[in-house]
């Protein structure tokens, strides 16, 4: 459960802000389907964040837990750095003609299983050695912000603070990352 409600929390702190939100919204707005995107957001979700966590349920047994826990420390603080800066506006796939369901689902695909959220998850999961919890909680966190800025669409999703909530969001990721890694080291 640990690995659940963490991954859960990371993925939807992670999101505010970031590409794939901003993908989302624009595409609910292109193709006046907002539900079909967020289906698609969330297969895409769901497959880039079992991917990351099978990868890191798979190099768990390799780490000792100091090692585990600084993996994730080290997954935050870069998580947190990311976010204190914009996030430059994602590619709009005005290009792409292959329907609402498709571009969605593989364009939020290849932003999500870049993004920095991934690296969290497989962290998290190498902590727990939990993938199935880990890649539950992320999906269900990271399609929280993706079903809201399809909802409100491009105008009203940028319209949100989006640099301070990421900017809020990056500095708790940048400290839970510190104390967990000084922990781990024993400093604290």
């Known amino acids: 459960m640990d690995a659940l409600m963490a991954a859960l929390l990371a993925a939807a702190l992670g999101q505010i802000g970031d590409r794939p939100a901003r993908l989302t919204a624009i595409l609910a707005d292109r193709f006046a389907r907002p539900a079909t995107v967020i289906l698609a957001a969330a297969i895409a979700l769901a497959a880039a964040t079992t991917i990351a966590a099978v990868a890191g349920a798979w190099i768990a047994p390799h780490l000792t837990p100091e090692a585990r826990q600084l993996f994730v420390a080290?997954?935050?603080v870069l998580q947190g750095g990311?976010?204190?800066v914009a996030a430059k506006p994602p590619e709009r796939l005005a290009g792409w003609r292959i329907g609402a369901f498709a571009t969605s689902l593989l364009g939020l695909f290849i932003l999500a299983f870049g993004d920095g959220v991934q690296f969290v998850v497989l962290a998290l999961a190498a902590r727990a050695g939990q993938a199935?919890?880990?890649?539950?909680?992320?999906?269900?966190?990271?399609?929280v912000p993706l079903a809201v800025a399809a909802v409100l669409g491009e105008a009203g999703w940028t319209a949100l603070p989006q640099l301070t909530l990421r900017r809020v969001a990056g500095t708790v990721f940048l400290l839970v990352g510190l104390w967990l890694g000084l922990g781990a080291l024993r400093l604290i």
């Open 132 to 143: 199935g919890f880990a890649a539950a909680g992320a999906t269900i966190g990271g399609l």
């Open 82 to 84: 990311g976010m204190l």
């Open 74 to 76: 080290l997954a935050l």
